[in-house]
């Protein structure tokens, strides 16, 4: 599978199986996370593997009770170590953290797995359950596991849509 089939297929999976995450797959996700690029190669990030019921449990309350936090038996969190402004107006933790997510549910995908990137959660929640440093931001989430079933394909914008050329 190449990088542009992985975009066009991977969609968001609402729905788990319990079947466990083998430990080979789960290290090609966080290796994806590692190699991917941030700010001045800073790296300034962390990523929580989260598997224990009773976290999880914790992580689906902070999540305002989505089911899929509590269905999969496995969730990522990332979370941003040193942040900083760059030149061009935007955090480094915020933007270096989503590449590495970016990059990690690419890879899901490829290995049959399924994820789906949460906006809607409690940072503060995250940070208590998991005991995440008040200096450390909690900058995204995504349960991770095998897909119980298909995902909802959802409509794209056109490409004239969202695309100009030389200005705005």
């Not at 359950?129 to 909802?152: H, N, R």
Request: proline share 5%.
């Amino acid at each position: 599978m190449d990088v542009m089939e992985a975009i066009t297929g991977r969609h968001s999976i609402r729905k788990y199986s319990s079947r466990p995450i083998e430990e080979e797959k789960l290290n090609l996700v966080l290796e994806a996370a590692r190699l991917a690029p941030s700010s001045a190669n800073g790296q300034n990030w962390h990523f929580i593997v989260v598997r224990d019921k009773e976290k999880l449990r914790k992580l689906k309350e902070a999540a305002d009770g989505q089911t899929a936090v509590g269905e999969a038996p496995c969730a990522l969190i990332a979370c941003g170590t040193q942040n900083r402004v760059m030149d061009c107006g935007q955090p480094t933790n915020t933007v270096d953290c989503s590449i590495a997510m970016a990059y990690m549910i690419l890879e899901a995908y490829t290995l049959g797995l399924g994820t789906c990137w949460l906006g809607h959660f409690y940072a503060d929640k995250v940070k208590q359950a998991l005991q995440i440093p008040d200096d450390v931001s909690v900058i995204a989430f995504t349960p991770i596991g095998y897909p119980a079933e298909a995902a909802v394909v959802r409509p794209r914008k056109e490409i004239k849509e969202i695309v100009s050329y030389d200005i705005y």
